[in-house]
């Protein structure tokens, strides 16, 4: 069993940058693969960013590649997202996810752990 917890979102404006924690209880978190989610009213959830156990793999969603960094402190059992440049576009509610899959197919992380969210919104 694995509980994730994030933190670090809030009210920016157009351009500035904001970093999101992803903090997990349980065992073996280098065992699993983590990820970045975000979702707005009235659409699906949809693939920020993933970074593989060993933290050497990462992939990213066009929409946020060279902007978004994610990473992870084994250590510290915990899971960042670095947001640079940020848009009114990424104003949603970003989810961190573990599991045992690794890739940018958000159906087949359902079946993994997720928080419950952190809202991130950027104004104009």
């Known amino acids: 069993q694995v509980q994730l917890v994030e933190s670090g979102g809030g009210l920016v404006q157009a351009g500035a940058s904001l970093r999101l924690s992803c903090a997990a209880s349980g065992r073996a978190f280098s065992t699993y693969a983590m990820g970045w989610f975000r979702q707005t009213p009235g659409k699906e959830r949809e693939f920020v960013a993933a970074?593989?156990?060993?933290?050497?793999?990462?992939i990213y969603a066009d929409s946020v590649k060279g902007r978004f960094t994610i990473s992870r402190d084994n250590a510290k059992n915990t899971v960042y997202l670095q947001m640079n440049s940020l848009k009114p576009a990424d104003t949603a509610v970003y989810y961190c996810?573990?599991?045992?899959?690794?890739?940018?197919?958000?159906?087949?992380?359902?079946?993994?752990?997720w928080g419950q969210g952190a809202q991130v919104t950027v104004s104009s």
């Open positions: 970074i593989s156990g060993t933290g050497l793999r990462t």
């Open positions: 996810a573990a599991s045992n899959y690794y890739g940018e197919y958000e159906r087949n992380w359902a079946n993994g752990y």
